[in-house]
């Protein structure tokens, strides 16, 4: 993994280091005009990798509450918005943001926050404990399958 | 149609659109509702629905003697006809000597081991969940009538508070779902209003009664939350409030569920 001088370790008192998905450190993200445009610690993404996290379960989800143009997986979700043509409407930093954390943009909304700082939550239990739901190198894969949504 | 009457007319829907309330408040409605119809069939015929037999074993606790020789039918006699129905729909009722709300299931459990003088059972323990199947199916159809007032009013903020926060590594909350999205769609899922009428209930996803404390924990799992205590004071807390939104609703325990 690419390290950047911008990557910060948490410290969470006697917890020590906020690991990240698989023991990556967390990397420190910045949002302007509901966007972020950096890439998250400096990743590329790969869309097809992204498309298979979408609608793995434990992974991206997003079918839980999205429809998506993924035919074959039956019952999408329609809590959230359609986000087929996603990648006509919102830019690659836009995109980030919504996934990273929705509540930057909508405070009251149910989608989860893929790569909200841990030390934010409350209440996680131990399995999960210091971790996101998606690593940064799995926000760039969907983020860049979600661009190719035209 | 004459224009006067076309112009009454509009006024007239004009007049509805504004003084109609926002739909925020929705009305409640049973988990029932929600279900497909096999579901619901499975729960109106009582030799189909596979929580009767929690129905009959909790019948057979309610008959047994206990330490002392004397059991639930003792007093309230043996099919539980001296049971007020009325009171049953109260729960979680505020308790004078302890200061605090207990849940149907605590009342149950105290009668339990103080008056039979039985050994503790575990809180939604199979046991446990059997025998408050069997007194609330006495009172199935009342109608449920929770105080939010009163020595109540405290441990009903209580549980709103815990209804309303987030936890979890996903950060949800059950308003979120249960408030701001029944109806709709979780894949194959309909989101319900979370109603507890049907509560203990026969969830197909399991194939078990489950008490309404460990359906809280199914959901705080989903959110990858730490689990609360059954029988814990968040969790009685809460079971106020959530019991209490469902004021109104029929009592259809046991419920058939998802």
Not at chain 2, 36 to 64: I, Y
Not at chain 2, 93 to 103: A, E, I, M, R, Y
Not at chain 2, 137 to 143: D, H, M, T
Request: glycine content about 10%; hydrophobic content about 35%; some cysteine.
């Amino acid at each position: 993994m690419k390290r950047l001088p911008c990557l910060v370790v948490a410290l969470a008192g006697a917890l020590g280091a906020v690991a990240a998905g698989a023991g990556e450190a967390y990397c420190t993200w910045q949002a302007d005009n509901y966007a972020i445009d950096a890439p998250l610690c400096g990743l590329s993404g790969n869309p097809e990798r992204g498309r298979v996290l979408a609608y793995e379960r434990k992974k991206g989800n997003c079918l839980a509450c999205h429809t998506l143009p993924i035919p074959e997986e039956q019952f999408h979700g329609n809590i959230g918005p359609d986000l087929a043509g996603v990648g006509t409407r919102y830019n690659a930093g836009q995109l980030r943001l919504r996934l990273v954390d929705m509540k930057v943009i909508n405070p009251v909304t149910l989608m989860p926050g893929f790569y909200k700082n841990p030390d934010q939550l409350s209440r996680v239990s131990k399995e999960f404990q210091g971790k996101t739901p998606l690593t940064a190198q799995e926000i760039e894969d969907v983020v860049a399958y979600l661009e190719t949504l035209q | 149609m004459k224009p006067d009457t076309t112009k009454t007319v509009m006024l007239l829907l004009l007049a509805v659109l504004f003084v109609t309330p926002p739909v925020a408040g929705a009305e409640p409605k049973s988990g029932y509702e929600y279900l497909q119809l096999e579901s619901r069939e499975m729960q109106d015929d009582d030799f189909m629905n596979p929580g009767m037999s929690a129905v009959e074993s909790g019948a057979a606790l309610f008959r047994s003697a206990g330490k002392n020789g004397k059991s639930c039918a003792s007093c309230h006699g043996d099919d539980g006809e001296k049971l007020d129905t009325g009171n049953i729909a109260k729960y979680p009722v505020f308790s004078d000597s302890l200061g605090k709300p207990v849940t149907l299931q605590q009342q149950i459990h105290t009668c339990w081991t103080e008056n039979l003088n039985n050994e503790p059972m575990k809180y939604d323990s199979s046991g446990a969940l059997d025998l408050e199947v069997f007194v609330r199916n006495l009172a199935r159809g009342e109608k449920v009538n929770v105080q939010t007032d009163g020595p109540l009013q405290p441990f009903w903020e209580q549980g709103k508070e815990i209804y309303h926060t987030r936890a979890g590594q996903l950060d949800m909350s059950c308003n979120l779902c249960h408030v701001n999205y029944a109806g709709m769609k979780i894949r194959a899922n309909t989101l319900s209003q979370g109603q507890s009428n049907g509560f203990p209930a026969y969830r197909l996803k399991n194939g078990k009664i489950n008490g309404l404390h460990s359906r809280f924990n199914g959901c705080y799992a989903q959110f990858r939350a730490e689990k609360l205590e059954p029988g814990s004071a968040d969790f009685v807390a809460l079971e106020v409030y959530v019991n209490s939104r469902g004021n109104g609703l029929e009592i259809e325990t046991p419920g058939v569920r998802f």
